[in-house]
């Protein structure tokens, strides 16, 4: 990853830029895909701190909203 921006008011993503310097931490939402390197994007499972499997969310979610 070289740069990350903020998404703007209109959409876009021309917002403020995101610091992603050595001392920054952030929080980014994906799935479990792509944050084990699907696509081509960056291998981030190593340094997940909390993670919700999709598609558990999703098993969970029909559970507790079927009839």
Do not use: H, W
Request: with cysteine; glycine share 10%.
């Amino acid at each position: 990853m070289t740069g990350a921006v903020r998404q703007a008011a209109d959409g876009s993503c021309t917002g403020a830029p995101i610091d992603l310097t050595v001392g920054s931490t952030y929080k980014i939402a994906e799935n479990d895909f792509m944050a084990s390197g699907g696509d081509g994007y960056p291998f981030f499972t190593p340094r997940v701190t909390t993670q919700d499997i999709m598609d558990q969310v999703l098993a969970d979610y029909i559970t507790a909203n079927s009839p």
